[in-house]
């Protein structure tokens, strides 16, 4: 950013010639104090959205950024829900991710809805990233995605993943195919899973955020609060133990989150939803062994969250028609608008 000026004094060149734009700017000042050290960047902010079909590789691009697990990824699509925001503080920058439910045709509510989120998150972003997956054939989910693209006025990259699957000549052809669709601001091959290039997107996207002050606090990670985190952590292996029966139909609330005072334990009291009453028995398991494992397996990462040992209490409620009711669906969390 200031390389140009290194060496002149004050680096009063590179100043005069930033300060003719006008922005926002801190002052960085990186280890002892010396005239040699100072340089005054403007610092960039801003809202970068991730669409893209199901299953591309979008909430392991957002872990790998983040470098921790705040999004579920699963080999199922359509396990993100919720619009989760990953903030990135950098020294020069700030980076909030919005990692968004796969979009997708459906005439189903539940899938609609999803397909909204996604969408209004890409309108909302300084920036958006359109993720692709170089393995997987085209479908016409994409041509939905571009046509919703078209209409966005951020710039958009282009990012084609899992390059570790399909070796670097395989990429140019999906380069080709793509790159005259959208008048993308960069394409960019990666892998979200093995981290290949995502530094270098990373540098991208702090070259190409607007100029502004951060919009949270340095140290904080998500806005999401604490139960959310929670609620993802215990429904993602819910959903593992249970997907040969209930693949979709499960729904995680956290009601009580307390501390036992004097004690470094925490009493957790989590829900699981169910759709049918015929569901809760295989949600429980014989003998209440379900609910157990899902209780056993999910502690250990909700007591890394919280840096306590906890206490789970965990219960299954059946509510009907969860996925198709609107009411339902706002006070699970997975609708964000009034
Ligand atoms: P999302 O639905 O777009 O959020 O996709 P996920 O992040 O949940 O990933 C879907 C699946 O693709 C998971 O099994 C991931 O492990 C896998 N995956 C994601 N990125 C890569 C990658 O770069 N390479 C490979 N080989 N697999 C990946
Ligand atoms: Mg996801």
Redesign the pocket.
């Known amino acids: 950013m200031a390389e140009g000026a290194r060496g002149a004094p004050f680096h009063l060149e590179w100043i005069a010639r930033s300060a003719t734009a006008i922005g926002h700017w801190k002052l960085v000042i990186p280890g002892v104090l010396s005239a040699e050290d100072w340089t005054l960047m403007a610092f960039k902010a801003g809202y970068v959205a991730i669409v ?1 079909r ?8 957002l872990n790998r950024l983040l470098g921790q697990k705040l ?5 199922r ?4 829900r919720n619009r989760i925001l990953g903030i990135k503080s950098l020294p020069g920058a700030q980076i909030v991710f919005v ?1 968004t439910p ?1 979009i997708h045709r459906s005439e189903q509510r539940f899938n609609r809805e999803m397909t909204r989120a996604g969408l209004r998150a890409a309108g909302d972003a300084d920036l958006v990233l359109w ?1 692709v997956d170089a393995e997987a054939p085209e479908t016409p989910d994409d041509l939905l995605i571009l046509e919703s693209l078209r209409r966005v006025k951020a710039p958009c990259y282009l990012l084609i ?2 390059v ?2 399909v070796g670097k000549p395989l990429v140019l052809p999906i380069i080709d195919r793509f790159k005259d669709r959208l008048p993308f601001r960069e394409i960019v091959p990666l ?4 981290g290949e290039n995502v530094d270098r997107l990373e540098a991208l996207l702090e070259r190409d955020l607007p100029e502004g002050h951060p919009f949270f606090p340095e140290d904080q990670v998500t806005d999401r609060p604490e139960r959310f985190l929670i609620a993802e952590l215990i429904r993602e292996r819910a959903f593992h133990l249970l997907r040969q029966e209930l693949p979709y139909a499960v729904a995680v609330t956290v009601e009580q989150v307390r501390e036992r005072e004097g004690r470094d334990l925490v009493d957790v009291g989590a829900t699981l939803y169910v759709e049918k009453a015929s569901q809760k028995g295989i949600a429980i398991g014989a003998g209440g062994q379900m609910l157990k494992q899902i209780g056993q397996q999910s502690r250990p990462a909700i007591e890394a969250l919280l840096g306590r040992r906890v206490n789970l209490q965990l219960v299954v409620k059946v509510r009907e028609g969860w996925r198709r009711d609107e009411d339902a669906l706002r006070d699970l969390g997975y609708l964000d608008h009034p």
Not at 54 to 61: A, D, E, Q, R, Y
Not at 71 to 75: D, F, G, H, T
């Open positions: 893209g199901p299953n591309v590789g979008k909430s392991t691009l999004s579920i990824v699963s080999p699509p359509q396990t993100t990692d796969g993720m993943n899992k570790d699957r892998s979200a899973a093995s």
